[in-house]
């Protein structure tokens, strides 16, 4: 069964870095898509980031320049690296899979099957 689970969150000043994990769990992370989500205290969920199987990346245009994705095979792991956070970087942090191997990196909730439980990412001084 394929699972993902997020990691890394925490308490961090603003201009700080953070770095988060995607761990998986029954499948290759370089066989499948895989997105970064996020979602502020009372906002919608947002996509942030995303890694297609052939190593396409996007990024939302609020943290293009700051957060950069990426990935370890062997480790079964995607990265995001978090770098000069601001204050509205805050929220929940979800990574997701495809549930097939479309290929498609977008950051779009509905091409993604199989989501971790969220890791509190909180920027603050």
């Known amino acids: 069964q394929m699972q993902v689970a997020e990691s890394g969150g925490g308490l961090v000043q603003p201009g700080g870095s953070l770095t988060l994990s995607c761990s998986a769990s029954g499948f290759n992370v370089g066989d499948y898509s895989i997105g970064w989500f996020r979602q502020a205290p009372g906002k919608e969920r947002e996509g942030v980031s995303c890694m297609s199987s052939s190593g396409r990346m996007k990024y939302v245009d609020s943290v293009e320049g700051r957060f950069t994705i990426s990935r370890d095979n062997a480790k079964k792991t995607v990265y995001l690296q978090m770098n000069s956070l601001k204050p509205e970087d805050t929220g929940v942090y979800f990574c997701?899979?495809?549930?097939?191997?479309?290929?498609?990196?977008?950051?779009?909730?509905?091409?993604?099957?199989?989501w971790g439980q969220g890791t509190q990412v909180t920027v603050s001084s």
């Open positions: 997701a899979s495809e549930s097939q191997r479309f290929g498609r990196c977008v950051l779009s909730e509905s091409n993604y099957a199989f």
